[in-house]
């Protein structure tokens, strides 16, 4: 059997760098990531002169071996022979490290939404001022849309994959098939209301994560602004007023449930969408279709790297509502960026993932 | 001061019925109500040989006299001169007894579906099959559909009101404004993604009220089938096809907030949309429409007899997407039965709701 | 009927705060009450050039009129009659601000902890640095225990009222029956398992309070060293070291349940148990004795001011399992001071709070 | 490499039935288990003419193969070469079953609580009517308890291993090594305050898992009475009144918190008695010790097989919590029977639980 790739996580003390930790550590073709910290990230959590143990934030880790948190080094990450560099670091030390990264001759997954975006007219929704703007145009021209069931081939030889975000995969992989089969009324406008756990809005505590601002509650927020809009645009090929995406808050920790609302453009039966969905994910797996008008709920994703599809077609068989449920910290991110490494190194895209 | 009402209500057991029973004893004007059990309900929860108690289902009323339930008897109202019964009863018991409770010359309001739907086109939603069809179908004509934002005047002088469905009051009452000033595209279609906590499905355990079920999850249910949608569309006027709605099962014990998208038939600023919403509103008690861009919580209503109106315009000036959120056991039920009973009987609608 | 009472509340904007303007505006003997800020409040929140506003904190509150915040002044609290000032500030700002206050001849009600302790060796727990230690000292010294079911003498005349902690008052409340009965094996040792939604810990945002530690999940905290500890063994007369109490972090918003755990120094009935409990609270209206064997549920006293308490006797007679709850933000805090302050001023105790 | 064990499940559709069928389809050493129902169950769920499928009540489980049940018939059991039979039946049906289980040469580990009390005195606690009195009594005495920390031994050889309840594995886990260090003050009495999410109620819908009933909430129930008491006396050696056990309904879907209330016989400091936790521990891959004075939280230990351990002592050196933590699904029960089998087939406990 050959060797285990090396890997490290830079970022590993947020909610979906532990997940990754997880699974990179169970992962057969993989040696126990290395666990990298920003220097600036010092500080945090670090009680003693040492360094900082990842089991220290999150207790349950252990049991298991140590997870020292090491400063990033280029010099270091060479001597252990890394070959590929998780990124679950904020959108503006994605951007401003990727560069470097792909520079000292790694590969690289970013989980932020730094590189996911690639039209003109989507660059001022992260707004970041590049140091070198030449060279983070190219890199932006280079970075691939990992998201395997729809880019696999390019995922395969990308030196940058641009992990999607939660959201977008779970809109995205719903409107995929009927978009491609030509079959969505463009026009009339399509429109996801989208609720996802807190785990989504990341680890800092502020006044809208607090348990009591949460809990017995349910908000919209973001509507028609959201980031994750653009990359829908983006990969579906939609003008960005033929999609109209409400994001919600919703009382529970984890997972995303998108109900999304189109009309088609021609009459259709139940079981001719549902072909078109089966035929469509025929050999992806990670992508669960469900039979006509029997809807996935929440929390059959979680816990899983599956997205889950389902639909409801109304009795004028024009309108349609599908329901797509995933994992946010999974197939939303850490599992989905394994996939992505799955694809990148020639492996099935199942492993470590099951 | 003149002398209090009595009241009465029959099937106080349930959610609503404890909300009624909670707002009725402190309400100004109202005597402690009479509670009412169907002679069938006899065995139910009665531990001893004596009538059963309320307070022996719901502790949480202890502490502030006796709430002894007795069997419906036409007599025993009279004696007590009792003059408006609230039916908390179920769909088919309310559709049985209504008839009878008007013949006795009682006002009633029933908090079921029974006595919402008018149309032909909708007499199957329910399935009524009716002893007396032709007494049935006149009451039917009589019956008040009970929205006081829209039909103070009906309430008035109603023998019977029908109390709208929680979810259908979430929607019409968002919806009202902007389709009665004609600037809503109707051909288009409207969409409500509606949410509600679980105390919407009523008290009795089935495997989709087990907290395992519900927690940790979203499920959306009854697409394109919800019986409030056949309500939503006869008192807004819409088409079947017109109205797209979807309910989903949050979470959380009690609440409700729909999500609603529309295409405007010109392009409208949000200070107009803002100006449409105050001015119908301005005059009612129980609508507090937010500032333009300024959504509402769904926690903000609870345990208050509001319904809270926000919206969202999209840059083109045309896509709305307006949130409407309300207690589904108060202005989705006991609170608005409450505010008909002002209306009925001549009292400032925000009597004992408070 | 007399003039309404002039109140203020320093610290509207926290849990406490808010739930105290509530009552207030309800109360029928006071007016809508004065809403101060500290002089380092003005940033927190005020969006715009003019004065903030309660509601824009809290939009549950609109539709009832304004709530403008008010920097702290005593020349305009005397130019409106100001008489009593509601202290929800932190512990180290009522310390340093309640003598001034009694100096300027308002009565305070301090929903702090800064006044609740008086024995010298508890002196550490809070570690105030005293300005004017004298000063202190004797305010120290007549500070009231501001719990009405122990104290309501002293209440009556009181300048300054220490509104108990709400574990505390859980603890207090479930023992001082069979304590004051001599019934209870103090050398045996009493525990107090006590849990608590999460609006107890405040509502600043911390790792603790997010929603993702807290859902799913239970933990202990401060045991053998939380602050309450010492109120309940002065107020009880029990050596520290006969009260073991361990708090837990529930995942819920709001409300306490102890499970207190003790054994009797002779062989009792429940019966005999239960009549100790109720001539204790025979003529007080805000605690409920349950029957033998019937234990009060948390949510019962949710939006109450009902302190609920029940117990179940072990066959040897001697074991007792005594639980208490209450609504922290009620009973424990708000709902508790409103009380005192009926006493303070000569009312039934039950004005405003039902 | 050896053959694969074959092992069947009857009573999959319920909460520990479908993990352990989870588990047991990825365990390295055992075939996919054959699912199983009693003839009796046939009704329940089966919505066609054709078997009913697990994955019909459990939809999560799509995408990863079919899963039939299969009418228990010892027949078809041997034509496969089962060797083992898992039982996540009701008590009484366990009770029944076993023995003609054993007799057709299967060995059989029960989850329920059928086979774990040996004292007469605890004959009443589950009051079964055994038809055959004799081979009841029989097996009852051969009926290994299995808790692997404790019983390895003779779980290798058992022919019947009756898995421990949750409770009361999380509170012997606590408890085994200071009492085997005779260090507890037994006649002082032991307290555990356990509190348990809540599918440890089970999967029947009733008034008391009922969503609403639970959430926002927290009950004691069964005080004194509860039937794992038994099984904890036994196990430790405890007289029934040395131990006082109350368990609460927590409003969570999973996960077990015991605090635990002891009075050390002699002064002991907190490194000794970590020590004598970690020594006892020492070769157990399941059961992990925290740090002096740091205790585990719920949550660590949800989708684990771990029971998480931890203990704060007084400055008296003499009063002791403890805190254990395990999940009530796996540790508590599938994961624990899984733990069980594999003692029983000579391999490494943590097969297939990683």
Redo the contacts between chains.
Sequence with gaps: MAAKLKTAILGATG?SGLELTRILE?HPRVEKPLLLQRPSDGANGNTGNGALHLEEIF??L??NGEYPLHVLSWRELKRQGVELLFLATPHEASRALAPEVIAQGLRVIDLSGAWRLKQERHRAIYGFADADEARAATLMEQAIYGLPELNADCIKKAQLVANPGCYATSVILALAPLLSAGVIDRE??I?S?S?SG??GAG?S???R?????????????S??EHRHLGEIAEQLGLKD?QM?F?P?L??????I?S?I?L?LNRAMSGAEIEQCLREFYAQKNWV?V?PAM???????????N?CDLGF?????CR?L?M?SCLDNLLKGAAGQAVQNMNWMFGWDEREGL?
Excluded at 209 to 221: G, I, Q, R
Excluded at 250 to 255: A, N
Excluded at 294 to 304: A, E, I, V
């Design positions: 909610y169970r207790p349950e252990s049991g009339h406008g429109i209301d609720k807190v785990s680890k505590p502020t006044a994560t607090h348990f009591v601002a949460v809990a017995d509650n349910l908000s919209a927020y509507v028609f007023e109209t409400t919600h919703l009382p529970i920790p984890r997972g449930l109900t609302y009309r669960r469900f029997k809807l996935p709920q929440l929390r059959f994703s979680l816990h899983t599956y409801c077609l109304a009795d004028d309108r509502v329901v099951q």
